[in-house]
């Protein structure tokens, strides 16, 4: 009777980082938010020296509508022209969530928000 041997290496019994629960974030950059508007593609690709691109501020009130699907939100695209009214959208603070501020339900949580 011939018996084999098979060889692993020692890396084939050693926990898989995406299967190790104590490491976090590895190789993640830091969150940002470059929340920047450019009034045509052409203008955001050639980057933030035009004068024509503007910072959205990030300490503000901005308004805001919750669409039930991207349809509905596609056909409010004349929402970019700054004639819009816009006045019966809710009005959030930013920094804010909206889901605590009770526009819309919360989503991705096992437990009920307070």
Request: proline share 11%; no cysteine.
């Amino acid at each position: 009777v011939m018996r084999r041997i098979i060889w692993l290496p020692w890396s084939f019994f050693r926990q898989k980082p995406w299967e190790d629960p104590n490491v976090f974030a590895q190789g993640k950059l830091p969150s940002h938010a470059p929340l920047r508007y450019a009034p045509s593609a052409k203008v955001a690709r050639e980057g933030g020296a035009s004068p024509n691109v503007v910072d959205l501020s990030k300490t503000a009130s901005w308004r805001l509508q919750i669409f039930p699907n991207p349809k509905v939100a596609e056909a409010f695209t004349h929402a970019r022209d700054s004639s819009f009214d816009d006045h019966h959208w809710d009005e959030v603070p930013v920094p804010s969530n909206w889901q605590m501020l009770g526009i819309s339900v919360p989503i991705y949580t096992n437990i009920t928000f307070p």
